[in-house]
């Protein structure tokens, strides 16, 4: 399969499809064909779409090559089954399916003699990997075959780190499972559909070597393990001495450190001074001059590298000029004819795409933050964050902005707002002059607390929503959050679009008669009161005689509820009332605050004590005798209310959550739906039509009848009204809670070892009854035990639960040193 663009590793796919890199100054296609080959394979079949011809012509019919070659071309992408259909009329007999861009030695004919062995109609060659994120999970039965598939999961659904290679042997059969014409995929559909058949399929677990070469980072690492002989394949040249190879007509002068291990490719010139470090390849016709210094990088053919030049872990695309003392840092790619003038520095992280010209003494910096090992995304959980006019400065804005102005149609409308920092302010204004140069129209509400722009979003019916704000708990850092057109949080698919735009760049540019437009929607504030009021029962509210303490954080929400208060008819005492960036910056802890709005409840005699963050999503409660509520008694006693109020209904938590909720639910006959961890699953299952309520484990409450999202402002309006309608004061409610005994603990844990972990514990646990719905929930006689790897973080995180606090930490440790003992 030749058909992949690889847009993962542009610009270096630029000009050429991704088989057709070269790894070792050869095609990753041709020592994929050179395996097949040694392996007895002499009928070859290439599917090929995107630049085919380049893959004709250096191939050919395959007699070079030891082989029959033959072509089948897909006019448009057909998915890794459709393109295996789109050749059927080749296929007659038992076949091997493997991808022509990947670099690896696995034992083909074991593959072949596993699968004939077990009488299978699909073998699946299987390969245990650091990292299984980027790949589909396998998971297989003590006989090999295998039980159940999962495609590019999340950390929480890492279950094992047996990934699939897309190394398969299939008998013709499997054909008739692959509808023509249109994409179907193997994981996907497929193997799937034989399963549910009860077609035996089996999964062969490889000790060969095979790398995916899926970015930059795993490319230089593929050249590394060819270059120290972790992989098996034919390297080109002769050998002088242990790991370093020499190409035909090559020159390298006495005077030039070879140090190695290097491959210098044909008709290479290094001069004299020059230096050849660790792990270094030159392609064809590539001149080094003299006190040059190259450590860990990869020449394409044709390129010049002047005096003084410098290249440290980067690749340099084919026919690129470096003029003298020009400097190329870690992670850099250059695209195929690039010009780097004297003495230029292009700084670490940066991709510069082909036919660029970088002048004299210039400097280019990019802080390309998901590009880092430590980031494995540009997205975290809310949204794109980074240190202000650092990592997030206003060059970022323009391109993230226009990126997902052009996942939109052109014309669509996108809300905006952002907070009270100047930061912000700046930020917001350059992604409104990107969003309109892309063809997209704004309406800026300017100063907004979060709810507010998703409701305006879901109001206006835009087509999603941007806020840009000061990081919580870090006056140093801002987010740029996106919304889709419910005002909910961008599901990972759309959220992995707009890093492909970004990493493309392949931007829209709109005419200037399509430019956007800047509107300033009226009323936004209105329409959101009015909706709120309409949720709730105002006449009783109003009747009961609200008494509440309200501290607002200085943040915006101040600018909404005075409104909505004044229809409750609401007496409130308000704290920190008005929205300024500094003071809400220096403010003591909201936990801090929450105990002083505690005393002032008891004092006033208010019904009711709340804390605000100042972006208007999460919420502090305060009960009328002025005990603070932690944020799990504040879950279970608006549990409660809703499940006595509304029969039957239907709350949504994240699987972390205590037991707790699970016993006042039955006690009202209503039910709880588990969700994955991160905010955004929630939110989501929160806008199904049967969900009453949702909640996160820090303050974050949804009403899906007014808003599927998290809201404080609306949060404070419903838990009055839920308390007017019960007749009870919250203090009454929480007395009469069950007691939560749930503890928790992060334990460090490399990247390359979480999949590692998750299998082991699996495997574990294997006897006990465990819930998936996002990583591994135990569940022992007297409680349970969650263990998930961190979306963000090298750690993995656990959660127990029993009858006290001693028995969960108990419970817990056993855990925690199984990881340890794992990761030893």
């Known amino acids: 399969m030749a058909g992949g663009e690889g847009t993962r590793l542009r610009p270096l796919t630029s000009n050429a499809p991704k088989p057709m890199l070269p790894v070792v100054n050869r095609p990753m296609m041709e020592h994929v064909v050179r395996l097949l080959t040694s392996h007895g394979f002499d009928e070859i079949v290439v599917t090929v779409a995107y630049l085919a011809n380049q893959i004709r012509n250096y191939f050919g019919d395959g007699e070079e090559f030891g082989c029959r070659l033959r072509y089948a071309l897909e006019e448009e992408p057909l998915g890794t089954a459709g393109s295996v259909r789109n050749a059927a009329s080749e296929l007659d007999d038992t076949f091997l399916v493997i991808s022509g861009d990947v670099l690896t030695d696995i034992d083909l004919t074991e593959v072949m003699k596993a699968h004939q062995q077990a009488g299978a109609a699909a073998t699946i060659a299987l390969k245990r990997v650091e990292n299984p994120l980027e790949f589909g999970i396998v998971i297989i039965r003590d006989d090999g075959s295998i039980e159940r598939f999962l495609e590019k999961p999340g950390w929480g659904e890492v279950f094992s780190d047996t990934v699939n290679t897309g190394i398969y042997v299939l008998d013709p059969q499997v054909l008739e499972f692959i509808e023509a014409g249109r994409p179907v995929d193997f994981s996907g559909e497929v193997f799937p559909s034989l399963l549910e058949k009860n077609l035996p399929l089996l999964g062969h677990v490889s000790d060969g070597y095979w790398e995916d070469v899926g970015n930059p980072e795993a490319y230089l690492q593929a050249h590394r393990d060819a270059l120290s002989g972790k992989v098996e394949i034919e390297i080109p040249g002769f050998r002088i001495r242990e790991g370093v190879w020499l190409g035909e007509g090559a020159e390298v002068d006495p005077g030039a450190a070879l140090e190695g291990p290097a491959v210098i490719g044909d008709n290479c010139r290094v001069e004299a001074g020059a230096r050849i470090g660790g792990h270094v390849v030159l392609g064809s016709d590539v001149i080094v001059r003299h006190d040059a210094s190259l450590e860990r990088a990869v020449v394409h053919d044709h390129t010049y590298l ?279 910056t220096h403010v003591d802890d909201a936990a801090v605050r929450a105990h002083r709005i505690g005393e002032l409840v008891r004092t006033s005699g208010s019904d009711l004590g709340c804390v605000l963050d100042p972006d208007g999503e999460t919420i502090i409660l305060v ?49 709880v739906v588990w969700t994955k961890l991160a905010p955004a699953d929630l939110m989501e299952t929160a806008a199904q039509e049967q969900v009453q309520f949702a909640a996160s484990l820090d303050g974050g409450f949804v009403w899906p009848d007014f808003l599927s999202a998290f809201d404080a402002m609306a949060s404070f309006a419903k838990t009055l009204d839920l308390l007017a309608a019960s007749g009870r004061r919250l203090s009454e409610v929480v007395r009469g ?70 028995d969960a930490r108990r419970l817990l440790e056993e855990y925690a040193r199984r990881i340890r003992t794992i990761l030893r």
């Not at 990126?403 to 939109?408: E, H, P, Q, R």
Request: negative net charge; proline residues 6%.
């Open 306 to 584: 002047g005096p003084a030049t410098r290249l440290r872990g980067c690749v340099v695309g084919r026919a690129c000029d470096l003029r003298q003392a020009a400097r190329i840092e870690e992670g850099v790619v250059l695209g195929d004819e690039c010009f780097v003038g004297e003495h230029a520095v292009v700084n670490p992280g940066v991709k510069v795409y082909p036919f660029k010209t970088i002048e004299d003494d210039a400097v280019v910096n990019s802080s390309i933050v998901w590009e880092s090992r430590g980031a494995r995304s540009l997205f975290g959980r809310r949204g794109v964050a980074g240190l202000a006019n650092v990592d997030i400065g206003p060059e970022l804005a323009v391109r993230l902005a226009v990126a997902y102005g052009s996942t939109l149609k052109k014309g669509a409308v996108v809300t905006v707002s952002r907070d009270t920092s100047r930061t912000a302010r700046a930020l917001k204004r350059v992604v409104q002059g990107a969003l309109n140069l892309s063809g997209i129209h704004v309406d800026d509400l300017e100063l907004a607390p979060v709810p507010l722009t998703r409701f305006q979003v879901r109001n206006d019916r835009a087509s999603g929503g941007i806020t840009v704000r000061l990081a919580p708990g870090d006056p140093q850092s801002v987010e740029i959050r996106f919304f889709d057109a419910d005002g909910k949080d961008l599901t990972d698919a759309a959220q992995r679009k707009i890093e492909r735009q970004l990493t493309r760049e392949d931007f829209r540019r709109a005419f200037a008669g399509d430019i956007g437009d800047l509107v300033f929607p009226p009323r936004s504030v209105e329409f959101y009161t009015a909706a709120l009021e309409r949720s709730i029962d105002g006449p009783r509210l109003r009747d009961r005689g609200i008494k509440a303490v309200l501290d607002y954080s200085f943040g915006s929400t101040s600018m909404v509820m005075p409104a909505l208060l004044s229809k409750l008819g609401a007496e409130v005492l308000a704290v920190n009332p008005y929205a300024a960036t500094a003071p809400a």
């Open 623 to 671: 009960d009328d005798e002025g005990q603070v509520l932690r944020h799990d008694q504040a879950l279970l006693a608006l549990t409660e209310m809703v499940a006595q109020h509304h029969p039957a209904a239907q709350i949504a938590v994240p699987v972390s959550t205590s037991s707790g909720v699970v016993t006042i639910a039955e006690a009202h006959d209503a039910s």
């Open 737 to 806: 809670l069950p007691p939560v005994h749930v503890v928790e603990e992060a334990v460090p844990t490399p990247w390359e070892q979480k999949g590692t972990v998750m299998r082991s514990i699996l495997e574990w646990v294997k006897d006990r009854e465990t819930v998936l719905v996002d990583g591994v929930k135990v569940i022992h006689p007297d409680g349970w035990v969650l263990i998930a790897p961190d979306a963000d973080e090298p750690l993995t995180r656990l959660w127990a639960e029993a009858a006290s606090d001693h």
